[in-house]
């Protein structure tokens, strides 16, 4: 059973930076392409930024150049390191096996002075 944990989000104020993080277990990690996406209040899941399991990436253009993901195949970990936060970015943050179509349970970002 295919198992994501996220962690890392809280209060930030625009401009500052969080870093998120997913465990996952379940599944051979290494073998499947990940992905974050967020949920904001009323609005409709996105799809944030994706990592393939060599390591190419793919963003939004709406988190170019602040956001950056990344992948430990050895601890079973997707990361995504978030920078220069903006009100905007206020969201519930999902991690994602795109392999298995499963999702964690989220960890809520808010952005806000």
């Known amino acids: 059973q295919v198992q994501l944990v996220e962690s890392g989000g809280g209060l930030v104020q625009p401009g500052g930076s969080l870093r998120l993080s997913c465990t996952a277990s379940g599944i051979i990690f290494k073998h499947y392409m990940m992905a974050w996406y967020r949920q904001a209040p009323g609005k409709q899941r996105e799809w944030v930024a994706m990592?393939?399991?060599?390591?190419?990436?793919l963003y939004q253009d709406f988190v170019k150049g602040r956001f950056t993901i990344s992948r430990d195949n050895e601890k079973n970990t997707l990361d995504l390191q978030m920078n220069n936060l903006q009100v905007e970015d206020t969201a519930l943050y999902y991690c994602r096996n795109m392999g298995s179509g499963s999702w964690g349970q989220g960890t809520q970002v808010i952005v806000s002075s």
């Open positions: 990592i393939t399991t060599s390591d190419s990436t």
